[in-house]
């Protein structure tokens, strides 16, 4: 049997998840779990980077998060799911490579520098956050992953990734880890409500368990083709986020939608009340499904256990390897 791609990815629980994580990271999960082996990790350590004031309210965030995946159709019998902190060997890794790592990759990497400015307010100056990449790639190296789904802001993390195991491996004259590569989901960028980049600080988001209510409301709020104030003026599709949303989630809609907003056929409202729908017809399930599993703790924990027990013992594998490699144990 031809051995299957290993694939490691993860998430970071700092808040519910939206639609710009089903049509980007969650999507990509769901194709991947068939046909490779996957590991998928709520990481939480790099949410405690940012998080650390409100550190004990990550737990609820987790189970919510992991009620999402499994809702949508995450499936523990196809790929392991597990928590991070749960697998101490990440931290190790990460102090063996924190040894050979230059502090200016890490000074230069582009997502430290933006956040830094964009969140001042949550005091990310600190030794952890610089490290925030080099943590990420302990968690793909420890599983000797070949491909990482991500978002394309990560990029410069996986170029660091791969330029420590190219490190490691020169100093220590040795082949033990894959170059890891990313997948980047082809979906377009999704944007939040107003318009700006979905995103859980800007409030702007829908939830993958809102409401019908909730739904129906956000959408209506959604900025549509500025040129298009009466319902008679012919639309321009390509311009409205209305659009982008039929695009993404209902692709079998989008020729019809482009049709009635060329033509002028349907007006805007109707136009979102008909997208509000389908999302209604579309949570309606997954819904229902994330609130029983909410009310099954021990059964979240059951599936994190076992998660965590498969993954340890592929990273513990790992970690004895590379303390051999290094040979200082006794
Ligand atoms: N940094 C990633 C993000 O914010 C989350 C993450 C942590 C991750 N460790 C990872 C992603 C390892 C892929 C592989 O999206
Ligand atoms: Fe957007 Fe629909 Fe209005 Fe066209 S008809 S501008 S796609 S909301």
Known sequence: ????????????PTGRLHLGHLSGVLSEWLRLQEECQCFFMVADLHALMSEYKNSSSLKEIIYDNLADWLSWGISPEKAVVFVQSDVPEHMELFITLSLITPLGWLYRCPSFKEQMQQLRSKEINTYAFLGYPLLQTADIIIY???????????LPHLE????????????Y??????QPQPIVSKAPKLLGVDGRKMSNSYNNCIYLSEDDAGIREKIEQMVTDPQRIHKTDMGHPEVCSVFNYYSVFFPQKRQEVEEWCRNAARGCRECKRILAELFQE???QVRKLKARLLKEKAYLEDILSKGSARARKVAAETMQEVNKILGYKL
Do not use: W, Y
């Open 173 to 178: 004259g040795c082949n033990i880890f894959p």
């Open 1 to 12: 049997m031809k051995k299957k791609v290993r694939v490691l990815s993860g998430m970071r």
């Open 144 to 154: 000797k992953a070949e491909k990482v789904p991500v978002g394309q802001d990560q």
């Open 282 to 284: 579309k949570f309606f």
């Open 160 to 171: 660091l990734a791969r330029e420590v195991v190219r490190r490691f491996h020169t100093l």
